[in-house]
Nanobody, 124 residues
Framework: QVQLAEAGGGLVQAGGSLRLSCAASGRTFRRYATGWFRQAPGKEREFVAAISLSGISTDYADSVKGRFTISRDNAKNTVYLQMNSLKPEDTAVYYC?????????????????WGQGTQVTVSS
């Protein structure tokens, strides 16, 4: 089992940047593909970005492509989400997730472990 803890959320003006981190503890982190999801009030949790076990493969939601970058440092047991050119519609609670199977996944149901989430608020 692995435990996940997000950090780095906050309040930022539109056009600004934030870097989220997800620290993992427990079992060897490099065995888990990971992803970032977000959930705005009254909306379903949606896929944002994902990265494979090795970090070679990544994918993004169309809404964040070109603005967000996911990366991982397996030596530090940490996954990052660099968010640039933030928009008010990016406002949400952001969650880190990990799954034991290899490859990128897009549905929350495919992930086995979740963090508690970190709030990101983008003001206009």
């Amino acid at each position: 089992q692995v435990q996940l803890a997000e950090a780095g959320g906050g309040l930022v003006q539109a056009g600004g940047s934030l870097r989220l981190s997800c620290a993992a503890s427990g079992r060897t982190f490099r065995r888990y593909a990971t992803g970032w999801f977000r959930q705005a009030p009254g909306k379903e949790r949606e896929f944002v970005a994902a990265i494979s076990l090795s970090g070679i493969s990544t994918d993004y939601a169309d809404s964040v492509k070109g603005r967000f970058t996911i990366s991982r440092d397996n030596a530090k047991n940490t996954v990052y989400l660099q968010m640039n050119s933030l928009k008010p519609e990016d406002t949400a609670v952001y969650y880190c997730a990990a799954k034991e199977s290899t490859g990128i996944a897009y549905s929350p149901r495919q992930y086995d472990y979740w963090g508690q989430g970190t709030q990101v608020t983008v003001s206009s």
